[in-house]
């Protein structure tokens, strides 16, 4: 059973930084297969990033040159760094794995930008 539990939201004012974690629980082949996606009201979930089969990196156009999603093997968690926040970024946070069965979520994290 995979388990995805994030942890780093809050409120912040623009300019500002937040660093996302996503602590993997369960047996998984490989954190490429994860990203982060986010989700305001009224609007679809939206993918901000994530690894590549290879094990590159690929991101919204929105927030490239400022975020940056990272991993830490050794502790089977992904991270999220945010830098220059803007208030369009607040939404909930999701971690994200996928694999042939499908896709498993974390709960979210809720990230508010106040201008």
């Known amino acids: 059973q995979v388990r995805l539990v994030e942890s780093g939201g809050g409120l912040v004012q623009a300019g500002g930084s937040l660093r996302l974690s996503c602590a993997v629980s369960?047996?998984?082949?490989?954190?490429?297969?994860m990203g982060w996606y986010r989700q305001s009201p009224g609007k679809q979930r939206e993918l901000v990033a994530a690894f590549t089969f290879w094990g590159g990196s690929n991101y919204a156009g929105s927030v490239k040159g400022r975020f940056t999603i990272s991993r830490e093997t050794a502790k089977n968690t992904i991270y999220l760094q945010m830098n220059s926040l803007k208030p369009e970024d607040t939404a909930v946070y999701y971690c994200?794995?996928?694999?042939?069965?499908?896709?498993?979520w974390g709960q979210g994290t809720q990230v508010t930008v106040s201008s």
């Open positions: 994200n794995y996928h694999n042939s069965m499908g896709d498993y």
């Open positions: 369960g047996s998984i082949p490989s954190l490429n297969a």
